[in-house]
């Protein structure tokens, strides 16, 4: 194995997967320094302790409340415990002896409420406040306030009802009743019972008939019997395809572009999943702070359904700066500047630079520097294709290789279906690279071709589905007439167990081949294959598992091959832990050998943001290099894949 002294001992990579983070958080630190530090906040969210509001209850009113109920079934009790706002919210006083009243009522109409979700229609609630029935105080109670007023409340919960007679009727009755969990003998709560009046109508929408609508819900229970009958009748309307589409809200955004992307064309039938995922795309826009889409409550003389998109744009000019901090970059700065409605119809533009390495060098000329204009165009040439162009131009120095890039990209991605995207491009890259082979200059020219099926439930936090990606990358090197090509597939899946996705499975697999005419030496570096580091196996520092020369200098290599899997498990809704195995081989034939496998080991801490999951993992290499990295931390926002 090669022992390098120039490798880091410690892999701490805060990088490029969480950009901002440190000044970030010391901002959000600052209104805590001035005074006492009750909470912990980062980005403004509160991750532990309790923040500080303010008392503006007039007239203030403590109470002590105690629940007693019969019933022997601890997850009962529980549902009891949390439906009570009166017990949940017990060391907060309320407004007046009125205001107590108030609560203690609407506590009643909850508790009966869960109970009739549980399937118990016998039960009886009994609220007292200081000792008299809230059904016989007067208009304008008083209690004495000497102490805590207590509040008892006792509930009788009753014997659990199971469903009787279901009936569909009107335009329901072609409907199975079996397929809304309505089936006699079956379970009767009452929330069960709402879902299923719901989706019918859901489903008769479904069906091109917007106008649907309930007509009949009636539950009657038979306290002999201790079953529910249920009456669900509905009204599907006539079958009727999409009418005119107006839009309004728009100030500088083409109205006419917004109607097009929504890709809800007139003639089209008429489907609600349709409506739904028009609004998704049009937020996904970025330029737009709401988006609704509303039905006429009629139809047309014509039969349609005639549609209104209303949006209120956001702002649409933006800038940033942030800062990042790593044993291995030293520290980095970086800002940009964007325009997300650049000529009316959704253009993206973004100006972006930065520079890394700040204190690890005092030659300029050794630091880290990236530039770059980005350029995107959404519903270029069809609705479902948006058009992408970039330049940028980069300096990296790593301990593989050296090296100063220029690369321009044009290419066009196109939706085939809400899962499947494919894309197609042409880039051309100038590098100036000192790697194991000395210094050698490329001209590149490349066609990035690419399909990606994204069947995952969330982007940044999956439970379950998968994703798979197919990238072909046809590349002729011009200065040395040397032809090649990269082949790369990367397939993740995910899979929740237990109630409430308490613990979710997830595996990746990498796999990447260069084929080509001429040597090792004839690849610029930049398109070589190299492991190590927190988008590959953790533990190992950045690009350090690679084959390497007699003189210990990593040379990349042109096949590897990657595996990840992980357990995430939810410890309390908000905060997680993953332990995590990675396992990566990098090697100079064209098909991995698998001659030197490296693994590394760790776990992580999650903490959920309405942003995505904030990721703090820390790893160790179990099969580390001479001189290498001992362990590494890697901080993100999402999981890790």
């Not at 097009?260 to 995922?277: A, F, I, M, V, W």
């Not at 204009?373 to 479902?384: D, E, T, V, Y």
Request: with cysteine.
């Amino acid at each position: 194995m090669p022992s390098r002294s120039t490798s880091p001992k410690v892999s701490i990579a805060f990088r490029k997967a969480c950009t901002g983070l440190t000044v970030a958080t010391a901002l959000s630190l600052c209104p805590l320094v001035a005074g006492k530090a009750y909470a912990f906040k980062l980005f403004g969210i509160t991750i532990f302790g309790e923040p500080e509001t303010a008392n503006d209850v007039i007239d203030p009113v403590s109470y002590k409340a105690d629940l007693s109920t019969s019933t022997t079934d601890p997850d009962l009790r529980e549902v009891l415990e949390n439906s009570s706002r009166l017990v949940q919210e017990a060391d907060k006083p309320v407004s007046g002896d009125l205001g107590l009243v108030i609560k203690a009522r609407d506590d009643r109409d909850r508790l009966l409420a869960a109970l009739y979700e549980n399937a118990r229609y016998g039960g009886v609630v009994t609220v007292e406040i200081d000792g008299q029935n809230i059904d016989t105080l007067p208009p304008n109670p008083e209690f004495s306030h000497a102490a805590p007023v207590p509040v008892t409340i006792k509930v009788e919960p009753g014997p659990v009802f199971t469903l009787g007679r279901v009936s569909l009727t009107g335009d329901a009755a072609e409907l199975d009743a079996e397929t809304y969990d309505l089936v006699p003998g079956g379970s009767a709560g009452s929330l069960l019972i709402l879902k299923a009046a719901d989706k019918i109508v859901e489903d008769l929408k479904a069906g091109s008939r917007p106008l649907a609508r309930l007509t009949a819900r009636e539950v009657v229970a038979d306290h002999k019997a201790l079953t529910v009958d249920v009456t669900i009748g509905a009204d599907g309307g006539p079958v009727a395809p999409l009418g005119t589409v107006s839009v309004s809200g728009t100030k500088a955004v083409d109205p006419d572009f917004i109607r097009r992307y929504s890709r809800l064309n007139e003639g089209k039938p008429y489907s609600p999943e349709d409506l739904r995922k028009a609004g998704d795309r049009l937020r996904k826009l970025g330029v737009f702070s709401s988006v609704s889409i509303r039905e006429d409550e009629k139809l047309a003389a014509d039969g349609s359904i005639p549609l209104g998109i209303v949006v209120s744009e956001g702002k649409h000019r933006y800038f940033g700066a942030g800062a990042s901090v790593s044993t291995i970059d030293g520290f980095g700065l970086e800002g940009y500047w964007g325009h997300r409605n650049l000529f009316g119809q959704a253009e993206s533009l973004r100006i972006e630079g930065s520079v890394s390495g700040l204190g690890e060098t005092t030659d300029a000329t050794e630091l880290n520097y990236s530039a770059g204009i980005l350029f995107s165009k959404p519903g270029a040439f069809f609705p479902s294709a948006t058009l992408n162009a970039s330049v940028k131009a980069a300096t990296l120095n790593t301990d593989s290789y050296d090296s100063a890039t220029v690369t321009g990209l044009v290419g066009l991605s196109y939706e085939l279906t809400d899962y499947d995207t494919v894309s197609a491009g042409t880039s051309l890259e100038f590098a100036d690279i000192d790697d194991a082979f000395g210094n050698n200059q490329y001209l590149t020219f490349a066609i990035p071709l690419e399909y990606v099926r994204d069947a995952r439930d969330n982007k940044l936090n999956p439970t379950e589905g998968y994703r798979a990606a197919i990238n072909v990358t046809p590349s002729y090197e011009i200065l040395n007439s040397t032809v090649f090509s990269s082949f790369e597939a990367t397939a993740s899946a995910y899979q929740s167990v237990g109630e409430d996705d308490r613990v979710v499975f997830a595996g990746q697999v990498k796999l990447g081949t260069l084929f080509g005419d001429g040597s090792l030496q004839d690849i610029p570096a930049t398109r070589r294959f190299y492991a190590g580091g927190g988008g590959s196996v953790r533990g190992y520092a950045f690009q350090e598992i690679s084959p390497y020369n007699s003189e210990d200098e990593a040379t990349g290599g042109r096949s590897y091959a990657l595996a990840s899997l992980e357990a995430r498990v939810k410890i309390t809704e908000t905060i997680g832990i993953v332990p995590f195995l990675d396992a990566g081989s990098v090697s100079t034939a064209n098909i991995p050998d698998f001659s030197d496998i490296r693994m590394g080991a760790g776990i992580g801490l999650r903490y959920a943001t309405p942003f995505g999951p904030l990721r703090f993992d820390v790893a160790m290499p179990l099969d580390a290099y001479p001189d290498g990295a001992s362990y590494g931390i890697y901080v993100g926002i999402g999981q890790s894949f």
